[in-house]
T-cell receptor, first 111, second 111 residues
């Protein structure tokens, strides 16, 4: 069955520290992979996407993610977190018309 | 101006009432979607439409119906609202095989 797992319900990091949010997926073929961010009271905004090619993709706001086929993972990283990064982050896979979302990871940033 | 708009943004209603949530987009996309978001469950697809004449059920369509009035408009109806339909509802659009653009969401509470 197709699925997306985000193992961490919430993560707290200090401002300026590095961040890694985990995402594992189960899919029959190589899917399209996405990370979205949802700020409070807002809809989801695309951070980055992987379709093919270079497995390290750069996104907006200084985020990057690496596709590892052998581990079925697409982890999101940022070298230095800012207080404005506090939000909920969703990993998603898409095989065409149907997008499957993970349950989300809420990021808290402490001063 | 926002590319994907949803009305209303917040709604409180009573069990048994009929409710319509509306979505409009200016992106010119053919594909439109309705999702509901519940804490810890991510986003789940209710209905999707690839064009005005194409409507499809998603994974949780029971208790919901939709209408695609035009390329730019996609409405979601709850014919007889029940408390477990209390959730955050998102409309989204996309072009074929690409990322989705989300509206700001409608918070619906059914008492």
């Amino acid at each position: 069955a197709q699925s997306v797992t985000q193992p961490d319900i919430h993560i707290t990091v200090s401002e300026g520290a590095s961040l890694e949010l985990r995402c594992n997926y189960s899919y029959g073929a190589t899917p399209y992979l996405f990370w979205y961010v949802q700020s409070p009271g807002q809809g989801l905004q695309l951070l980055l996407k992987y379709f093919s090619g270079d497995t390290l993709v750069q996104g907006i706001k200084g985020f990057e993610a690496e596709f590892k086929r052998s581990q079925s993972s697409f982890n999101l990283r940022k070298p230095s977190v800012h207080w404005s990064d506090a939000a909920e982050y969703f990993c998603a896979v898409d095989g065409g018309f149907k997008t499957i979302f993970g349950a989300g990871t809420r990021l808290f940033v402490k001063a | 101006d926002a590319d994907v708009t949803q009305t209303p943004r917040n709604r409180i209603t009573k069990t048994g009432k009929r409710i319509m949530l509306e979505c409009s987009q200016t992106k010119g996309h053919d594909r439109m979607y309705w999702y509901r978001q519940d804490p810890g469950l991510g986003l789940r697809l209710i209905y999707y439409s690839f064009d005005v004449k194409d409507i499809n059920k998603g994974e949780i369509s029971d208790g919901y119906s939709v209408s695609r009035q035009a390329q730019a408009k996609f409405s979601l109806s709850l014919e007889s609202a029940i408390p477990n339909q209390t959730a955050l509802y998102f409309c989204a659009t996309s072009e074929s095989g690409t990322n989705k653009f989300f509206g700001p969401g409608t918070r619906l509470t059914v008492l």
